[in-house]
């Protein structure tokens, strides 16, 4: 089993940043690809980005290229992103995710989700 834990949310201002951390446990991860997806009221839940816990290669939407980055602090067991340039359309429960194996943007292919932590970001 996969345990994970998100924290970092809250409330900031159109332009301001936010920096959300993915604490991970139970498990080795060295196989495992590590997300973020959102979720906003009323819509599917989407992908935000990825980071490959061996390898460190990352992924993202389209929508967070230039804003958002992903990393790992492999000695915490740890998944970050840091969101900058934030837009009141990034307003969502962010949540993190992992699965064992390949790539995926899908969040039926994540096993593990963490509870989610709530990013408002007014106007």
């Known amino acids: 089993q996969v345990q994970l834990v998100e924290s970092g949310g809250g409330l900031v201002q159109a332009g301001g940043s936010l920096r959300l951390s993915c604490a991970a446990s139970?498990?080795?991860?060295?196989?495992?690809?590590m997300a973020w997806f959102r979720q906003a009221p009323g819509k599917e839940r989407e992908f935000v980005a990825a980071?490959?816990?061996?390898?460190?290669?990352?992924y993202y939407a389209d929508f967070v290229k230039g804003r958002f980055t992903i990393s790992k602090d492999s000695a915490k067991n740890t998944v970050i992103l840091q969101m900058n340039s934030l837009q009141p359309e990034d307003t969502a429960v962010y949540y993190c995710a992992a699965r064992a194996g390949y790539y995926s943007r899908s969040s039926y292919r994540y096993d593990y989700w963490g509870q989610g932590t709530q990013v408002t970001v007014s106007s």
């Open positions: 980071i490959s816990w061996s390898g460190g290669s990352t």
């Open positions: 139970g498990r080795t991860f060295s196989t495992y690809f």
